[in-house]
């Protein structure tokens, strides 16, 4: 196998993807991301820190130092890994945006599958 859609045949039908939100700070946005990852909601997370974000908030223009939580998944764990989020996350209205995986090498991608079959761990 050596193109994404061989390897999605395989598989099945579920699709790669990326998952994007931020954190104010890094404690929390790592308690997120071990959680996701002890479940096996997700395979890899990057936490980015000091990200300058500009925003309208309640009628203000804001700005912030976040941190970008970064996931990779399949498609079918995305409303888990939003629960998680929205039950964890200390913003009343986290960013949350899923982005698709076109491609990426059959082995990472072989990896991301296996490692991304969810535990029922509470």
Not at 2 to 24: H, P, S
């Amino acid at each position: 196998m050596d193109t994404l859609g061989e390897l999605k045949a395989f598989e099945g039908i579920n699709m790669f993807v990326a998952i994007y939100t931020t954190f104010e700070n890094l404690n929390e946005a790592r308690k997120v991301g071990r959680q996701l990852v002890k479940k096996k909601l997700t395979g890899c997370v990057n936490l980015i820190p000091n990200v300058n974000s500009i925003y309208r908030w309640e009628g203000k223009i804001e700005e912030a130092t976040e941190i970008i939580l970064w996931c990779k998944t399949q498609d079918f764990l995305i409303d888990k890994i939003q629960n998680i989020i929205q039950e964890l996350h200390p913003y009343s209205l986290p960013a949350f945006v899923v982005y698709p995986i076109h491609s990426g090498s059959e082995e990472y991608l072989r990896w991301l599958s296996e490692e991304t079959q969810p535990l029922n761990i509470d």
